[in-house]
C-alpha cells in the first residue's frame, strides 16, 4: 500500500511502533521495520547519548531498512542531555525521529539541517496546527484511547481523527487504540496515510520485555486501563495494578494537594523492574485500552503482514458493496 507515509519515509507498509519506554530498544525497531513498517529506538531509554548511539548502531546491524528515534519531552525528575540525545541520532544517520511530549521547537532545526523528517506525536487538533506551522514534516494524531499520555482534552479518535483530517495539511497518521486491518481501513477512511501502534507491538514475539508483560496484555479487557496523574496535569493511561490502586487512592486522599513527591514510588523509575524483570505490581506503566483487542502473540512480521491482508479484504467487500 502506497501513501503519504509510506513515501515519505521509504516503508512498504503505513505501519509506525511508537516509541515505547524500555521496549523500544533496537531489536524491536528492527523487528517492525524488517516486517515493512516504521520501527522507533525510544531515545530516552537509553541513559545516555553514547548509549542511544551504540542502540543505533545495533539497530543498524540489525536491519537495512529505516528506523526512527523517538525524543520525547515530558516532565522528567532530571533533564536529560537533549542537544547530545540529537547529536547521536545525527551522528548515527538515523532519518526518522518521533518527537513527543511537548513543543519540538528547540531541535527542530538541527534535525531538518540534517535532512531528518521529523513526525510529531500530539494529542489535539491545536497541538497538530502547531506542529504543522513550525515545520515538522507529519504528526501522529494520539487519541483519548492511547497508552501512554493522552494529553487533558479526552477526545477520543472517531472524532479526533476526522477533525485533524480537516484542518491539517500536511500528512498523519492514527495512534491509540489501533491494532488491526479493521483499525487501518478506518484510518484511512478518516483521512489519515497510516496507523501507529504502541500497545500492540509489546504482545509480539520480538518484543525485548518480559514475557509477563506480554501475558498481562493478552489478559486484559478493554476496561483494564486507568488514569493517573490527572492532578497533576500529566495524565497517562496504565494497566491497573496493585500499584495503581495505591496510587489513585493517594489521588483520592490528597486531591487538589497531590504533589508528584506523593506517588513516586508507584510512577519514577519502575519501568526496568516490570519490563525486565517482569515485576508486574511494581508500578505504573502505559497500557492502552487496545488491549482489549490482542489475542495473541505474532511476530511482528505476522501481525503486520495480518493486518495488511486484512485490511485489503475490508475494502475488497466495500467495493463490492458499493457495486452492488
Ligand atoms: C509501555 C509504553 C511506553 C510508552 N512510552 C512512550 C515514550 O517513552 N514516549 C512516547 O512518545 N510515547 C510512549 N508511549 C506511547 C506510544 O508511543 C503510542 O503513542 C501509544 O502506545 C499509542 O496507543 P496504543 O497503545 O493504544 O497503540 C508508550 C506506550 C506504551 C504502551
Not at 500492540?200 to 501475558?215: S, Y
Request: hydrophobic share 40%; aromatic share 4%; charged share 25%.
Amino acid at each position: 500500500m502506497k501513501t503519504a507515509i509510506t513515501e515519505m519515509f521509504g516503508i512498504e507498509h503505513p505501519i509506525i511502533q511508537g516509541g515505547m519506554h524500555f521496549v523500544g530498544l533496537a531489536e524491536m525497531a528492527a523487528a517492525v521495520s524488517n516486517a515493512g513498517g516504521l520501527g522507533i529506538i525510544t531515545g530516552l531509554t537509553q541513559k545516555t547519548p553514547g548509549d542511544l548511539a551504540n542502540e543505533i548502531a545495533r539497530c543498524r546491524d540489525m536491519t537495512d531498512k529505516p528506523f526512527g528515534v523517538n525524543l520525547t519531552f515530558l516532565p522528567t525528575v532530571n533533564a536529560p542531555d537533549y542537544p547530545g540525545y540529537v547529536r547521536a541520532i545525527i551522528e548515527g544517520g538515523v532519518k526518522v525521529v518521533e518527537t513527543a511530549g511537548n513543543n519540538p521547537q528547540a531541535v527542530l532545526p538541527y534535525l531538518k539541517d540534517a535532512g531528518i523528517r521529523v513526525i510529531h506525536k500530539c494529542t489535539s487538533v491545536r497541538h497538530a496546527l502547531k506542529a504543522q506551522s513550525i515545520g515538522c514534516d507529519a504528526v501522529s494524531v494520539d487519541g483519548f484511547e492511547c497508552g501512554g499520555h493522552p494529553g487533558e482534552d479526552d477526545v477520543p479518535n472517531f472524532i479526533l481523527l476526522p477533525r485533524a483530517a480537516d484542518e491539517l495539511e500536511i500528512p498523519f497518521v492514527s495512534s491509540g487504540g489501533m491494532a488491526d486491518g479493521r483499525s487501518l481501513v478506518a484510518s484511512l477512511a478518516f483521512g489519515a496515510a497510516g496507523m501507529n501502534m504502541g500497545t500492540r507491538f509489546i504482545a509480539t514475539k520480538e518484543a525485548p520485555v518480559h514475557d509477563n508483560v506480554k501475558q498481562a496484555i493478552l489478559a486484559a479487557s478493554e476496561l483494564d486501563t486507568r488514569l493517573v496523574m490527572r492532578p497533576l496535569r500529566n495524565t497517562e493511561r496504565v494497566l491497573n495494578n496493585a500499584a495503581v490502586e495505591r496510587l489513585l487512592e493517594k489521588e483520592r486522599e490528597l486531591g487538589a494537594d497531590l504533589k508528584f513527591e506523593d506517588i513516586i514510588e508507584e510512577v519514577a523509575g519502575v519501568y526496568p523492574s516490570i519490563m525486565r524483570e517482569g515485576e508486574m505490581d511494581r508500578g505504573a506503566w502505559s497500557c492502552g485500552m487496545v488491549a482489549g483487542l490482542v489475542y495473541d502473540i505474532p511476530t511482528c512480521r505476522e501481525l503486520i503482514e495480518r493486518i495488511m491482508r486484512q485490511a485489503s479484504e475490508i475494502i475488497d467487500r466495500m467495493d463490492t458493496l458499493r457495486r452492488a
